[in-house]
């Protein structure tokens, strides 16, 4: 299964006195921080950083990085050192948590730190967790295990008839901002007819027309749909030394029509899991969909019809499904919003007797700071522990989700202009059909509030052309 490693997220407020400054600044950091091995309190360990660090007037850098030491035994601190960038000028801080029996929870919550560049003192100042966030923080803790997502790039089926399995990958060519569809399908006939594989290439240019080109069906297995760079012997090296070292490089080659695709993806991020990952690891739902990291960057080429689509550090995901077929209706949405941020919503109505008399029923995971909110991948669907159930509203061109948790609402809307829309026809293991209605160059309003005594706005994304979405049916 892999070893475990630790990550959490990490919100921390305060102010800073520049050299040569009267008065503080308010700034503010948000951190990820992950570690290949558990972080445990009788060690001395260090984690990796990354987050962005703000403050007021002179910083906003989303790329800074840098080490989290955690001694919490042996010499009973927390170091922090982060390079950032603040206008023209590269600043470090260092800071450290000093442990106290005496005190805990501040000497746990509070970091002194000073500033410097090319060796001076450049400020100093102190930073506290959020208000309210030791509680969020500590419950934020994950111990995945590294490799998991590699993992559930394999196939699931098991030779029993009446499955579908499904690996698609949607990518924004970050330039052009052409949206990229690749879709590669197992279809296992309910009557027990050799299991067959087909997919297809869609281009979707910013001012179209949207192209596409269909392959298969042909007997499974003749085509792999993703390699890793060790699996590879056309691979360099590099590639090779890269996978070895658990980043998971894979690629992504094919042919469809007068299409060739040769991409390699660099997974960044955990696994999203949109359902219960009980549901995907074990089933008890009609189907299950996950990404097997959170986003992804994408290098390669596209060679088509009248020139070839250049990537790189094209930003989007590859996901995953399995189950026994399309619903009655569905809607689905991934966004890349950035900074690590993104957004998975699956909104569907099932095909079996009793769901299918329900509304549609959402599906909604946004992974933002390091955090994914709803906790719980069942609460917008059924509206568990303190959250009403989220409503989806499917229909074309617009679309759009709603739902609140305690402290948290979300609306989001999705509009897939027509020329910019592709129909395709899926067939499903008992024969029946349902057509599908994708766009790679969608628009998105994505707007989260929390309840500070009312709604206040926490933050809000607009996507133009650059949302990956689709609403299906019969």
């Known amino acids: 299964m892999g070893s475990r490693g630790t990550a959490f997220a990490e919100t921390l407020l305060g102010t800073v006195r520049l050299a040569g400054e009267a008065e503080a600044r308010p700034m503010r950091i948000d951190l990820e921080v992950r570690a290949d091995a558990l972080l445990l309190p009788h060690r001395t360990a260090v984690a990796t950083v990354t987050g962005r660090i703000r403050i007021r007037g002179i910083a906003d850098d989303p790329c800074a990085t840098g080490q989290l030491e955690m001694s919490l035994l042996a010499r009973r601190r927390i170091g922090y050192r982060l390079d950032f960038t603040a206008g023209d000028r590269r600043l470090t801080l260092d800071g450290r948590k000093s442990l106290s029996l005496r005190r805990p929870v501040r000497s746990a919550t509070v970091l002194p730190y000073t500033l410097s560049a090319d060796g001076r003192e450049a400020g100093r100042g102190a930073l506290r967790l959020s208000p309210g966030g030791l509680l969020p923080f500590l419950a934020g803790w994950r111990f995945p295990r590294r490799g998991e997502g590699e993992r559930q ?12 399995e499904v690996w698609y990958t949607t990518l924004t060519e970050p330039t052009g901002r052409t949206g990229v569809w690749l879709h590669h399908e197992l279809v296992a006939p309910t009557d027990g007819s050799p299991a067959r594989v087909h997919g297809w290439i869609a281009l979707f240019p910013p001012e179209g027309p949207v192209e596409h080109a269909r392959f298969g069906p042909e007997p499974w297995p003749t085509r792999r749909p993703y390699s890793t760079a060790a699996a590879d012997e056309k691979d360099t090296a590099e590639a090779a030394e ?8 894979r690629h992504l080659r094919g042919t469809a029509g007068p299409y060739t695709w040769d991409l390699t993806e660099h997974p960044a991020g955990e696994p999203l899991y949109t359902f219960p990952r009980w549901a995907w690891h074990h089933g008890g739902l009609p189907a299950a969909q996950m990404l097997p990291a959170a986003a992804s960057r994408y290098t390669g080429t596209i060679d088509r019809p009248g020139g070839v689509l250049h990537l790189d550090g094209a930003p989007g995901a590859t996901a995953r499904i399995h189950g026994h077929g399309n619903a009655e209706r569905w809607a689905w949405l991934h966004a890349d919003l ?9 909104a569907a109505v099932s095909r079996k007797p009793v769901l299918d008399r329900l509304p549609p029923l959402v599906f909604l995971r946004l992974r933002h700071r390091g955090r994914t909110w709803p906790r719980g991948a069942l609460r917008p669907a059924v509206g568990l522990a303190g959250a009403a159930r989220f409503k989806a509203h499917i229909g074309l061109p617009t679309w759009t989700v709603t739902g609140r948790t305690l402290l948290r609402r979300v609306r989001v809307t999705v509009t897939q202009p ?15 059909r349902a057509v599908c209605r994708n766009s790679e160059a969608a628009d998105a309003r994505i707007v989260l509030e929390r309840w500070w005594g009312r709604w206040r706005p926490e933050a809000s994304w607009t996507l133009a052309g650059t949302a990956h979405a689709e609403v299906g049916g019969r």
């Open 242 to 249: 890269k996978a070895k070292a658990g980043e998971g490089v």
């Open 153 to 164: 790039l394999e196939p699931r089926w098991d030779g029993r008839p009446g499955r579908t």
């Open 338 to 346: 950035g900074h690590g941020d993104v957004l998975e919503v699956v």
């Open 418 to 432: 027509a020329e910019r829309t592709l129909a395709l026809e899926y067939t499903d293991p008992d024969g029946s």
